[in-house]
Each structure stands twice: as structure tokens, then as C-alpha cells.
């Protein structure tokens, strides 16, 4: 907690506006750029690892300087700075979206969410809570008091017409302390985070830049406050808004928020911010991969981290207006894994889904360590629900379920399941 000292502390309400101008307002190219069908699937009894060559610590922690430095930064509006100084929250925030938020705008939070926790160990994911109300915060007008600490409230607005600049904004209250030595303020706690989309520019636009521009905002919430250099950091979503995610974080952004909340104190000012604070950094990740027509998806673990991760084309429509569809579709195909002490787990995957209720079921069977042994009792089995053209789980047992549908016509599905006892990603093609 906090005491508030006369003088030397503030909390003021930090807004970063990005993603103007960027991405483009036409639909994604049909489904030509589809991966080719491999033809056979991987065979069910092999879990081969790979190695992958991941972001160096030297690298990781220039990004972190980046959004530790204060600025200047290039916005879609000219420079920005801030008060130097990382911070994060000390224990995982709960986002809370607004009431309002349509089935469609809560999908895309959901699955963005999903998208950072997968770059964070279990017991950090970020949690989801009730509704918000709507509006409590706009413009980051009445942040303080409004939001509670340890909270961040997501919100679609459909009010383009008011003449706000930015489609999406970020919002943080952050505890400042005026450094003497330094004759500076420093951030020092961060409080409550918000995160703020037009809803109007981003109705007639792909899925994907709705959600990336999301993540990209929920990381500024989160502790990564800056927009690194575009040109150092070409493939960031932290550079550059409109960097489209497929499936995962990139490798540096993934490695920023892995690094912010699992080896960096929850507040460090820029100059004491090196690479021997990220302590002993692998940058040789261990992979599991597997490849069905349509959707590539796997883990990669580095740095304590098991990241699960999808990849394929994206469908040409939601899939509740796949007409080609009727009764219950279900998909089938193989889920594989870590468990904690990173041994190899694999078994089936089964996606279905009522095309009436846009609900269904996500089920794991015939689960078993590499060595042949049965992981648990099993199996593992959850109630999923679908917007536009992405699923989460609901209920069943323990852990979450997040994931997307692939194919023009939906002939692919991937996704992750997360446990406190085991990391996997799925994926999965049509009958
Ligand atoms: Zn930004």
C-alpha cells in the first residue's frame, strides 16, 4: 500500500494515445496466403522437442529501457514523455469490462487477454471480473477514485463523433514521488489502468486489428509505457500498434512482460535498470510443434515460461454466418504440452460447437506424458463460447481455454489450455 505524503507525492492520470492513422480500413486478402496442407498430420506418438533462438537479455532489457526512460516517444501526435521509471502491478490485475461492451467487443477483450497471459506464468495471468459500468472513466477524466487499485477497466465507446483523435487510448493512475537528488518526479506505484476503443473505427475493420491494437494498449496498462524505436524494434506491437499478433505476443514483447513481472521489482528507475536484473536469461527456448492443414500451433519455454501459441489464416466471416454450417460442427485433432517440470504431454483435442447458441464444448482426451503414462485422470473437458471467431471457456474444470478459428470457411481451430499443472496448445480441423 501507499502513504500518502504531503509534496513529495502525486498521482496523476497517464494517457497514451496511439494507433492513429495506421492499419488499413479493407479486408483481409482472402484465404489464398493459407499454409499448405501438410497433408499428414504429425503422428499421435511423438512429441519431438526443437529449439528456438528467442530475444537476447541485452536486447530484453533495451526494450525495457525504453518504456522505463520516460520518453520522448513517437505517438500518433508528435513526441510524448512521461516522469521516468518501470512499474507494474505487485499482484495481477483484474480487468473489468464495461456493461455496454457488445458479445463481439467482449471476444476480442477476451481473446487479447488471453493473448498476455500466454507470455505469463500461471499464477500471473491477469483475472477477469464482473462488468464495469460504463463510462466511469472516459478521457481518463475520472480515473482516480473511479477505478479501484489493482483494476483496469476495458470500454468500447461508439461516440467517433465526439472528435476524440485516437481509436484507442490507454489510462494509468500512478503513484509519483519527487526525487531530490535527481530534481525529478518518478512513478512509483502503479494503481488502476483503463483502456479505452471507437468502437465506430474499428466496426467495418479485420478482427485482428481490433485485437492487436487492444493488446498493444493493454500492455501500456500493464507496466510497458513507451513505443520503442520502429526501426530497432521492427517486430514489437509496442513499436507499432497495427504490428499484427497471430496466436501469440512477439518474441520482445512477450519477453518484456515475461522479464516485467517475474524477475524486475514492481518499480525500478531507468538508470538502475540492467541486464544482470533479469538474472539468468535463457535465450534458447524448447519447443513442442505440430502442424494440421490449416493451423500450426505449440509451446515454446524459456525463462520459467511455457508460451502456447497458434497460427493459420483467418476465416472470411464470423462463424456464426458460416451457412455451410448447420447443427453442431466439431472439430478434432491433438493438444500438446508441458507440464511445470516441462515434461512432454499430449492427447486429443475435440472443439464443438452449436451453430444455434454459438456454445459448446472444448474436450481433451487420452491425456499422457511422453513416457506413456497417463497425465492425471486423463482427460480434461470445458464449456466454451464463441464471438465472431473466438472461443473461451466457461466453466468445467479447472484452468482456461482460449482460442481462435482458422480456414476461410473454419476449417481450423487453435488454441491454449492453461492450468496451474500444465501449459498446451491445441489445434484441430473440421469433419
Ligand atoms: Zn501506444
Known sequence: MVTRHAAALATAVILVACGGGGGSPVSQDPDTGAPTDSGTPSSPTTLTRTTSQGPTAERVADYLYSHASG??????????????????????????????????????????????????????????????????????????????HGEIFV????????????????????????????????????????????????????????????????????????HPDHEEYPDSNMADAWFRIDGSLPAIDAAGVLALYTRLPAEIEPEDLSVTDLGAWEEQGTNLTRSLSRVSFGVRHANGVTMPWTKGTDPTRDLADN???????????DLIGFTPT??????????????????GRADFTALEHEDGSTWGDGDLGYTITVGANYLRSTGGDAGTVNGQFYGANHEGVGGSVERADLTGAFGAVRR
Open 71 to 148: 520518453g520522448p516517444w513517437d505517438g500518433a501526435h508528435g513526441e510524448y514523455t512521461h516522469a521516468p521509471g518501470l512499474v507494474r502491478f505487485a499482484f495481477p490485475p483484474t480487468v473489468r469490462m464495461a456493461a455496454s461492451m457488445t458479445g463481439r467487443e467482449r471476444a476480442f477483450a477476451h481473446y487479447g487477454i488471453a493473448l498476455v497471459n500466454r507470455a505469463l506464468p500461471y499464477e500471473h495471468h491477469l483475472q477477469i471480473g464482473p462488468d464495469a459500468p460504463s463510462v466511469v472513466a472516459k478521457d481518463g477524466g475520472d480515473l482516480e477514485g473511479n477505478v479501484p
Open 155 to 226: 470500454e468500447f465507446h461508439r461516440d467517433s463523433a465526439s472528435g476524440r483523435a485516437s481509436p484507442a487510448v490507454a489510462h494509468q493512475e500512478i503513484t509519483h514521488v519527487y526525487d531530490d537528488a535527481q530534481a525529478r518526479w518518478e512513478k512509483k506505484v502503479l494503481l488502476t489502468g483503463q483502456v479505452e476503443m471507437d468502437s465506430d473505427f474499428f466496426d467495418n475493420r479485420p478482427d485482428h486489428q481490433a485485437i492487436s491494437v487492444f493488446v498493444h494498449e493493454l500492455l501500456h496498462t500493464i507496466g510497458l509505457q513507451g
Open 323 to 333: 451457412t455451410r454450417l448447420q447443427g453442431t460442427a466439431t472439430w478434432n485433432g
Open 342 to 359: 516441462l515434461v512432454g504431454v499430449q492427447g486429443n483435442a475435440e472443439i464443438s460447437i452449436s451453430l444455434a447458441t454459438m456454445d
